[in-house]
Nanobody, 124 residues
Framework: QVQLVESGGGLVQAGGSLRLSCAASGRTFSSYGLGWFRQAPGRVREFVASIAWRGSSTAYADSVKGRFTISRDNAKKAVSLQMNSLKPEDTAIYYC?????????????????WGQGIQVTVSS
């Protein structure tokens, strides 16, 4: 089991930037994929970004490509999400995730562990 704690959320104006961080503990950090998901009010939780255990492979939702960057530091057991050019539609609770894999058959992301979530609000 992996324990995850997010930090760095808050309120920002449209066009601004925020950096989310997630500290992990438990299993060997470098052995699993990590990711970020988000859930806006009244909507289902959706995939935002993922990074493979080696950090060489990343994936992004179309809605954030070119604006968000995911990175990981295996020595510090941390994963970050740099969010630039934020839009009001990026407002959501953001969740850090571990043991993230993509099931090509069902076309769904599978997650082994979730953080508690952190609020990001973008004002217009």
């Amino acid at each position: 089991q992996v324990q995850l704690v997010e930090s760095g959320g808050g309120l920002v104006q449209a066009g601004g930037s925020l950096r989310l961080s997630c500290a992990a503990s438990g299993r060997t950090f470098s052995s699993y994929g990590l990711g970020w998901f988000r859930q806006a009010p009244g909507r289902v939780r959706e995939f935002v970004a993922s990074i493979a255990w080696r950090g060489s492979s990343t994936a992004y939702a179309d809605s954030v490509k070119g604006r968000f960057t995911i990175s990981r530091d295996n020595a510090k057991k941390a994963v970050s999400l740099q969010m630039n050019s934020l839009k009001p539609e990026d407002t959501a609770i953001y969740y850090c995730a571990a043991d993230v894999t993509y099931d090509g058959n069902s076309k769904h992301w599978r997650v082994g562990s979730w953080g508690q979530g952190i609020q990001v609000t973008v004002s217009s």
